[in-house]
């Protein structure tokens, strides 16, 4: 056997050694958050609150004035997604707080001097963001069921669902993260976090539909990616839904806009502790 022919399978291990280790990493940074939930779950409680007034108040009103065009969709079952996307981008919003918090704590500075890529420490972050994100979804279904919201139950349904509620946290809580970077306060995160939970919701798809909206507003709608978060939800979700960009146009903006934050954040990571 060449030299050549040995550093081929070599280097196959090498590679497989190295992706297996940057799993593990992010499924350990990823477990050592979820795990603050369990010694907290009364956050799940509180959680419930917001998208129970939405669903049960703000969608009955809404429902009687029939002026919303949402087809041969109610409004309860046009809403429904655009309130679990909601949920989930106002949790992961303030998600940067967490790392501000965990660098005052001297977490931070561990993670940071440990050898696990950055990437990983972000990317098992925006994941643990995920899996509380999935609180929401399950709040929000049995919510729906109750209130005769005609959501669908086929296992690929939910699966994709539940699948489209982790990247939708994991966009934001990234995005929350390099702002945490920026600001290094949890006044001012807090702060930044409350101006742009509204502009956000507001101008997606959430409650209503791209029709409505001004020329103006539209634009900025079809570059928000919340729009494709509620859209892909709405199809996935809702019986008698489709998709208005196209499921895969949904999931390919939200993967890039995902990959172009997590590499920015990987980047501005250790500034947090400078």
């Not at 795990?35 to 108040?57: I, M």
């Not at 929000?140 to 005609?150: M, P």
Request: a positive charge; proline letters at 5%.
């Amino acid at each position: 056997m060449t030299p050549h022919e040995r550093a081929v399978p070599h280097a196959a291990w090498v590679r497989s050694h190295y992706l297996t280790g940057f799993v593990y990493q992010c499924l350990a940074i990823a477990e050592a958050d979820v795990r603050k939930l369990r010694h907290d779950p009364t956050e799940l409680v509180t959680r419930a609150v917001q998208p129970t007034l939405w669903l049960l108040v703000f969608g009955q009103v809404m429902g009687r004035l029939r002026e919303v065009p949402t087809g041969s969709l109610s409004y309860r079952d046009f809403m429904a997604p655009g309130i679990l996307a909601q949920s989930v981008l106002f949790i992961s919003i303030f998600y940067g707080i967490s790392i501000i918090w965990e660098r005052d704590m001297g977490i931070l500075q561990k993670f940071i001097a440990s050898p696990a890529p950055r990437v990983a420490l972000v990317l098992g972050k925006a994941l643990a963001a995920g899996v509380r994100g999935l609180t929401q979804a399950v709040i929000i279904y049995f919510l729906a069921l109750v209130i005769g919201i005609n959501v669908r139950m086929g296992i690929m349904s939910i699966l994709g669902v539940l699948l489209s509620t982790i990247l939708g946290a994991a966009i934001f809580s990234t995005f929350s993260m390099i702002v945490a970077c920026l600001v290094k306060t949890r006044e001012r995160m807090m702060g930044i976090g409350q101006v742009l939970t509204m502009p956000l919701f507001f101008a997606s798809n959430a409650i209503y539909p791209l029709a409505l909206m001004p020329a103006w507003l539209q634009a900025i709608a079809k570059i928000n990616p919340l729009s494709y978060q509620v859209d892909l939800l709405r199809a996935l979700m809702i019986e008698g839904s489709q998709s208005a960009f196209g499921i895969g146009v949904d999931l390919t903006v939200q993967l890039a806009v995902l990959a172009a934050l997590i590499g920015l954040a990987a980047r501005l990571y250790p500034r947090i502790v400078a």
